[in-house]
């Protein structure tokens, strides 16, 4: 009797043991088809599921998956290099941020966006108010020039350019600020939409407040409410 259960003791165990086995191998295999799916994917569909999960803030997620990416073979290497960049920014890891945003440049230095996310980083990571401030005036050129004989302009060059009068109001350096702001001129603010017009008007108050010129601040301040309200 007792060689019996010894026996279907055995047998059980067999039993659970290559189920264990069984499983153990499914998910191996499961893993391997997933590394090979990852594998086979394009560098476009890459890229755009980069861009998926930086909108979905998955940023520790995709700097897991695409650490040791190498962009150089895809078809939009400096965009690889920008999103990555972007995710490390969002992960507080300045240095890294900065490394990619480079890369980016070199392949395409005159993207606009790649200066203003290489000036945020500089700004928000790295503390360095002076590359950010040159940064920024990079990026509003070079987008401003992009927008010639448009009826219309993206918020791009108006936010680089309030970015960086921000930065030199922040230093007391008012006159700069002011100099950067009057770059953007009345035409271009009729092609601009109400809310980023709205934020220059302000950018403009803050800096007319630290010089001590109440009535033109308030001024501003009433023309950025007025367009808000609408």
Request: proline share 2%; glycine share 6%.
């Amino acid at each position: 009797m007792q060689k019996k259960h010894a026996k279907t003791c055995i047998v059980y165990l067999a039993g659970v043991m290559l189920v264990a086995q069984s499983g153990a191998v499914a998910t191996s295999e499961t893993s391997k088809s997933s590394d090979v799916s990852a594998a086979a994917a394009t560098p476009h569909e890459k890229l755009a599921k980069m861009g998926e999960m930086l909108g979905k803030r998955q940023y520790k997620e995709l700097v897991q998956e695409f650490k040791e990416a190498d962009f150089t073979g895809w078809d939009k290497p400096a965009d690889g290099f920008c999103q990555r960049g972007r995710a490390y920014a969002a992960l507080k890891e300045g240095q890294k941020a900065d490394a990619d945003f480079k890369k980016a440049l070199e392949l395409s230095p005159n993207n606009g966006w790649f200066w203003n996310c290489l000036a945020d980083n500089c700004s928000d990571n790295l503390q360095d108010n002076q590359k950010a401030v040159e940064a920024y005036l990079k990026c509003f050129e070079l987008d401003k020039e992009a927008h010639q004989g448009k009826t219309s302009y993206s918020f791009l060059p108006i936010s680089a350019i309030v970015s960086a009068a921000r930065i030199l109001y922040s230093q007391g350096k008012y006159a700069e600020a002011l100099e950067v702001l009057d770059k953007y001129k009345v035409d271009d603010l009729k092609k601009t939409g109400a809310y980023w017009r709205a934020g220059l008007l302000r950018a403009y108050a803050q800096v007319y407040l630290g010089q001590g010129r109440e009535e033109e601040a308030k001024a501003k301040f009433d023309e950025a409410l007025a367009l808000e309200s609408k």
